[in-house]
């Protein structure tokens, strides 16, 4: 509301600038809000509608809080810390060995590769990706599926790590060791994800999936039944997938794994198996891969090599070890953790 004055001599009217105040301050507010959601300052996301993730967690909750049966997401998921090699622990590894073992000890850690936690991350969002297209490419009405998940474990950190990432989520997030029991008493299922870290010899996801196919053919037997194998990081798909479950199985966009037997000559692979006692089945089933998020043990490394890195060598002079391989850590998907926001 203007507000006029008069002057009796030259009629200079004068109006009260309130109603232009305002309308500066509302513009101004507008702009800020703007700058805020461009730059994505605290607070400019509040007025936005809720994700489909924020929407989705209160019920995974209260899924996990009523039943033992559903795995509970850790949001946000623990990170972990940089782990590379030590250079002076490497050295003192190597001259460790006697003079003529020297060569092929530099050679095995020149040989190891350390992945960054950002390298993990970028491999496993191409993973999510393809998983995300697949899913898209289904009619509708035709897009559940559920995810397995084990709690300290990488499978559900892993999980933990893609869900913001998924453009259709889970109906719901299932305990490994509640399968059984979910299977028995829901003959919907028609899809399931495994999402995982890296996988090596793939003897463990490949008993998962041979089990889960398994539970659905014995409770509600389905030809379409599908298992999305999401694993950022593998050696050979083909130890995972074998003719009896080759049907159910999708392996998703991966990065390859380099194994003992493609790191090394068949005369080096010898060598390493009289001066290491590596067995023969190391050579395609083990790596030389670790990431800042996982210890390298007997599973994954050949078991000198494990031994070896967390700083229990068989090989090496206690003496020349002034530090160890790998800075000694907790895999951040075995920490202690609280679920916040949990309403």
Not at 61 to 77: E, T, V
Not at 168 to 178: E, R
Not at 219 to 243: C, G
Request: with cysteine.
């Amino acid at each position: 509301m203007a507000v006029s004055l008069v002057n009796s001599e030259n009629r200079i009217i004068i109006r009260d600038r309130t109603c232009s105040l305002k309308k500066v301050l509302v513009f101004a507010l507008l702009a800020i809000g703007a700058v805020g959601l461009f730059f994505n300052l605290p607070g400019a996301s509040a007025a936005q509608p809720q994700s489909a993730l924020a929407l989705k967690l209160p019920q995974y909750y209260n899924m996990s809080a009523h039943s033992p049966i559903y795995y509970r997401p850790r949001l946000p998921p623990p990170l972990p810390q940089s782990h590379p090699l030590q250079p002076r622990g490497v050295e003192g590894w190597i001259n460790g060995h006697c003079f003529f073992q020297r060569p092929m000890a530099r050679k095995i850690m020149k040989m190891v590769r350390h992945i960054p936690y950002g390298e993990f991350k970028t491999a496993l969002l191409s993973t999510v990706r393809h998983f995300n297209s697949k899913i898209e490419g289904l009619p509708p009405n035709d897009r559940d599926y559920i995810a397995i998940a084990r709690n300290y474990k990488s499978n559900g950190w892993v999980t933990d790590l893609v869900l913001p990432h998924l453009t259709h989520l889970p109906t719901a997030i299932v305990n490994w060791d509640s399968s059984v029991k979910y299977f028995r008493k829901t003959h919907n299922v028609k899809r399931v994800v495994l999402f995982d870290d890296a996988t090596y010899s793939g003897s463990q996801l490949s008993y998962m999936i041979s089990t889960l196919v398994d539970l659905k053919m014995d409770f509600s037997p389905d030809p379409a039944f599908k298992i999305y194998a999401a694993v950022p990081f593998m050696t050979n798909p083909e130890r995972v997938v074998h003719d009896s479950i080759r049907p159910y199985v999708e392996i998703m966009e991966h990065v390859h794994l380099q194994t003992v037997g493609e790191a090394f000559s068949e005369a080096e692979c010898r060598v390493l198996e009289s001066q290491y006692d590596l067995s023969q089945e190391s050579r395609g089933s083990m790596g030389l891969t670790y990431f800042d998020h996982k210890v390298p043990d007997y599973l994954s490394f050949p078991n000198f090599l494990a031994k070896s890195l967390t700083a229990e060598a068989e090989h090496c002079n206690p003496q020349c070890m002034d530090e160890p391989i790998i800075e000694e850590f907790t895999p951040p998907y075995k920490e202690d953790w609280e679920v916040i926001n949990d309403s």
